[in-house]
């Protein structure tokens, strides 16, 4: 197991919290929703304002307000209200103030006419509580679940003829469509349905509403198949229909840009696919926000460069081509633009640099190759004053962060993470008071970690891990920052120095300093961190135990990773969340009990004993455990049989470990995608419900002692499988031709078994070896993390036995040594063209070298020494130019050696116990291709050799036996002498040994 770093980007799922937090980066300049006064006891809705009445809301709040206090509301109305309230579900009894006989003007959510008495609002979103994380417990998702209404909308709201403003948003009615009665509401200016899970087609006689002027129903699971609805909206000021599927039609921009009031538009991932550029716009020109992201949008919409009122501008996350467009430069009022996600190329163009009023620039994830220093020169002329966001993360930016970035004074989000951005980072940094995200991780910058930046007191985020910052870090460096919340600065070469009694100004969430040196103590400093969530100090240099504060630290723990340091002692008990990775350390004892949510168990590479027993069958964590590493410890006992309840693990690491016993049935029950058990003492034979992993992709049983024949349902049952080794075990029978249904192994290990017959012809349709058409993932994300687990293997290729982890993907093997194989080689085995390694040696083959073997020119390393092949090496192996590992050793090849770049270039005993002959071998050949001693002599040097073996032994037994044992037998005084001398030498010895004893 290989654990990388890696940063994150914003995804699909994070863009309905994006909407939750700030539905457009720029107001507008109406108000629509809440008026709130100290004095109500509740919300009301102004109606539409403009800007320069917005000095009159105090006063007309203020009158709705002790209006609405002495306001019974109308009969008729409060029956409708109470007829809605019947057939929708509130778990949290939100509207418990809902009750017959009561003033509905005072009901929660309702909102009254001040002179008429009428209903003319009703706010019934739910309040905007945070979805807890994916992995956080049943408790903790149960009040937000609860704060959602669900059921049905009653058509008694239209009884409310006055409604004006409708707001359903952020709640559950996952069951059922936008009713089509919200099309005969006819008082509708305000109507929002977003995040309320609403299904199916969005009903056009909405398009009936021709009073609306704000429509929000983004982030639903809605569709429409023509935009002719919209079209009829002419007062609409605010149209969101994000997440809405609006594939079908290709005209939704060109009838939306038509719309003559329009000051608000997302059409955030709608699938939004043709060019643009052919639409006219010939009505409205009153656009301010335009946000267009996550469609798949291949070039920028031309028809946008003649809205010149816009302000903001998101085209982010779609597959724009080319170099920016330089028309960006004439939006003169443009505060907004964002580009990120696409593939624009080239550099910023200096029309850009034009605009005067921009404060947030993104071009995050793109490919543009520019010098940062020119950047930074070129925005400090026109937006010094203005900029407060710049994102340029994951592009090819190089050169300096110069002493200039001090001066843009007002910046408050700086992201130029995974560039090539070297040098230090500028003293400067110290100046920018207002910057509340720094990050530049994953560069190549270099130098000390400057003091300055602990003047950052509005800092909040701090990221510039994986560099090469280097020298020690004390405690002023954090000096000022209060508020910071998450610190991210692994893989880098700096070495924190703090005075023991060290209290840190800050209280952060996450902490990552791997390969940071904190040791050799335990940093004593994180006993202070109460809200800490996140921490990664692997590769510290801490050699100690981990104290008993630190296990009991933080309750919201959902990461902790301590490996690769020289921890020892006992756990008993982890209380984290989600994931913990305690590998390569010392930790003793039996296997620590763990939290019940826990997802992620990695505790390879300890001193770790006893059985699994605990682990397994009592742990509360079953349901949850996805990935459980304990391999290179010392357990001990049989594997338990009740991993029945453990149906989401996936991937499963005991090797390495003195298990005992036979595979238990349960383990089938399982949704592994890899099991390791080897190197154990494991026997049996495979458990018949292990073809029940259907989504196995590792197979790793090597070095125990299980028996019987190959089953045939790996073949057949287990169909993704990528890596099988059943290496060094006792295994018989022949190779099922099952086997070849594999189409996407990548590594067949059978060596080192019992195994007879014959090679399978058929695997020829292991298509994984013989091209690379399949894209094989061999990692994995942790949920929660920036973590990426790398699936490893171990592999023996070129004579040596290897772990391969990242790499493990690009690498295709066969091994069948060590076994009883005979036949011949089949030809067919050239057809696997992508084979890197293929090992066939010490078994019985016979017949000749298939000389289509020479066709898998990728191949480094061929083994089939030490069998029964006879006939010359086919000249196609001059092909072979990666090969790097050789071996035809004992056989009965002859012939000439085929001259290339490769085969001269290894030593002899590549080739010795053979009749063969030129380089690198320094027997000369004949005319005809044979050594020269076999076509002179009609016999090898090797026979030669043999018969003077059987002489000398002759020999040698004639002058032994003759020279001492016939003169003891013939002459008498010898043989006494020899007998005394025995005689003399057996007291000694029992003197001897007599006296020791005493």
Known sequence: MKVTWKFGIMTKSKKKEKHQNSK??????????????????????????????????????????????????????????????????????????????????????????????????????????????????????????????RGKINPSLLELKHLSSLDLSNNNFSSIQIPKFFGLLESLTYLNLSLARFQGTIPHNLGN???????????????SESPQ?????????????????????????????????????????????????????????????????????????????????????????????????????????LEVLDLSGNYLNSSVPNSLYSLNHLRFLGLSINEIEQDISEILQSL????????????????????????????FKNLAYLSLAQNKISGPIPLSIGELSSLKLFDVSENQLSGPFPPSLGQLSNLETLRFGHNLLEGVVVETHFSNLTRLTTLKASQNMLRFEPNSTWIPPFQCRTIELGQWHLGPKFPHWLKFQKNLSKLDISHAGISDSVPTWFL???????????????????????????????????????????????????LSNNLFSGSLFELICHSSSRERMEVLFIDKNLLTGEIPDCWNQLESLIFLNLGNNNLTGKIPPSLGRTGLQWLNLRNNSMFGELPSTLQNLTNLRILDLSENHFSGNIPTWIGDKLSTLMILSLRSNNFDGQIPHKICDLQYLQNLDLSRNNILGAIPKCFSNLSAMANRSYDNNYSYDWGGTTTLIYLSALLVLKGREDEYSSIVGLVTSMDLSANSLTGEIPKEIGILVELRSLNLSGNLLTGNIPDEIGNMELIESLDLSMNQLNGEIPPSFSNLNFLNHFNVSYNNLTGQIPTSTQLQSFENFSYMGNHLCGPPLTKNCSTKGLPTDVENNGSSSEGSKVNWLYVSIVL????????????LFFIRSWRHAYYRKLDHVGRKLYVYWATIDM
Not at 384 to 407: P, R, V
Not at 956 to 967: C, E, L, N, R, S
């Open 552 to 602: 009991n630290l933080s309750p919201q723990f959902k990461y902790v990773n301590l490996s690769y340091n020289q921890l020892a002692g006992g756990i008993s008990y982890l209380n984290v969340r989600d994931s913990v990775d305690l590998s390569s350390n010392r930790f003793t004892g039996p296997l620590p009990r763990v939290f019940p949510t826990l997802h992620f168990l990695i």
């Open 380 to 407: 400090s002329s026109c937006c010094l004053g203005s900029l407060e966001s710049l994102t340029m993360k994951d592009n090819q930016l190089s050169g300096h962060l110069t002493e200039q970035l001090g001066q």
């Open 229 to 333: 609805w919209v079209s009829a909206l002419s007062s609409l000021h605010y149209l969101d229909l994000s997440s809405a599927d609006l594939y079908e039609a290709n005209d939704w921009v060109q009838v939306a840009f038509k719309l003559p009031s329009l000051l608000e538009l997302h059409f955030t991932d709608c699938g939004l696919e043709d060019d643009l550029s052919s639409i006219s716009v010939n009505s409205s020109k009153s656009l301010v926000v335009l946000d267009l992201s996550w469609n798949s949008l291949s070039s920028v919409p031309k028809s946008i460069f003649s809205l010149h009122g816009l302000v903001s501008i998101d085209l982010g996350f779609n597959s724009l081509k080319g170099p920016i467009p330089y028309y960006f430069g004439n939006f003169s009022f």
């Open 24 to 149: 457009a980066k720029l107001s507008l300049l109406y108000i629509y929703g809440v008026v709130s006064n100290g004095n109500c006891s509740h919300d009301y809705s102004s109606s539409y304002f403009l800007f320069p009445f917005l000095l009159l809301i105090p006063a007309i709040c203020f009158t709705i307000c002790d209006a609405n206090s002495n306001q019974l509301c109308i009969q008729s109305e409060r029956k409708a209200l109470l007829k809605f309230k019947n057939d929708l579900i509130d778990p949290s009894d939100r509207l418990s103030s809902w009750v017959e006989g009561g003033d509905c003007c005072e009901w929660i959510g309702v909102f009254c006419q001040n002179s008429t008495g009428h209903v003319h609002q009703l706010h019934l979103a739910a309040p905007p509580l945070s979805a807890p994380d994916i992995y956080a417990p049943p408790a903790e998702w149960e009040p937000y679940r609860r704060s959602k209404l």
């Open 956 to 967: 040698g037994f004639i002058m032994g036996f003759w020279g001492v044992v016939a003169p």
């Open 209 to 223: 509403l021709s009073k609306l002027q704000y429509l929000d129903l983004g982030y639903n699971d809605l569709k």
